[in-house]
């Protein structure tokens, strides 16, 4: 249901969950400094990610990784704004996302949604990605407090709320590889969670699963998503793409061999 806000500008709460990201963290957290609180629910960094959020201001919290739903949950509970926004450690809001989320939540606020989205664009081997698939890509990002929860299972997570979300102009930035390697390195980590969760639902992998679906995956990033746009870093973006296909499926498939 949609409902007004009265009086002056509601007041805002940034909220991120971290583990071990002093590399990015200072760049988020500078990116929201201009909102009222920045709250960070820390799973138990062992490198200086709580020292620098301290450093910035940030009210840190530390408590155990409950998951990613759980944990995105329980920061929200800490947050005490009238509005929250949600971003994670390697990504940042640009000037005109901060405008307009100023802009809406300051101007004529009759009828205002609960949540709005957000949209994302992604930072690839020194290039802002604008197709594949990448971007536009919409995400929830910001609700109104106690109308919006995560939900979702272990690899797809969103932030749902009660009815249709508005839609913010700007970016949100996202820097999620620091290079190639580190790219390879989470498809071995999340097709390892992928396969797991299949298999322990009884789904298995056929050999056609691992001839079509990769090829399948690369031609809708490259070619229909015009990831050729992109030069070369939409082209890995699109054979990276497809090796994660390809790998959850060989996993799933060794593990139901090794199960029977």
């Given amino acids: 249901m949609n409902r007004t806000d009265c ?3 509601p007041t805002l709460s940034a909220y ?8 990015n963290i200072a760049r988020a957290i500078e990116s929201v400094r201009w909102m009222d609180e920045v709250v960070v629910l820390d799973s138990g960094s062992t ?3 709580v020292e620098i959020a301290e450093g910035l201001g940030a009210k840190v919290r530390i408590e155990p990784f409950r998951g990613f739903v759980d944990q995105k949950n329980r920061a929200m509970e800490l947050c005490g704004g009238n509005w929250l926004f949600n971003l994670d450690a390697d ?5 005109e996302l901060r405008d307009s989320i100023l802009g809406v939540l300051t101007g004529a606020r009759d009828c205002l949604p609960d949540a709005f989205a957000v949209n994302r664009r992604t930072l690839y081997m020194g290039r802002w990605i604008r197709h594949c698939g990448w971007y536009p890509e919409y995400r929830i990002r910001l609700s109104r407090k106690g109308s919006a929860r995560w939900e979702g299972e272990l690899l797809h997570e969103g932030l749902r709320g009660n009815g249709s979300p508005g839609r913010l102009a700007g970016d949100l930035l996202h820097r999620p590889y620091a290079g190639m390697a580190e790219h390879a390195r989470k498809i071995v980590f999340y097709s390892d969670l992928w396969a797991g969760r299949e298999a322990a639902r009884g789904r298995k992998a056929r050999v056609i699963d691992l001839v079509t679906r990769p090829a399948a995956r690369f031609l809708r990033m490259y070619v ?12 890995a973006a699109s054979v990276m793409g497809a090796w994660y296909v390809f790998m959850k499926y060989a996993k799933l498939h060794e593990l139901s061999r090794t199960s029977e």
């Fill in 91 to 95: 990504e940042e809001a640009t000037p």
């Fill in 224 to 235: 229909l998503r015009a990831g050729f746009l992109d030069g070369v870093p939409g082209f």
């Fill in 16 to 23: 991120l969950i971290t583990r071990d990201e002093e590399k």
């Fill in 7 to 9: 009086g002056g500008r």
């Fill in 47 to 49: 490198d200086r990610t």
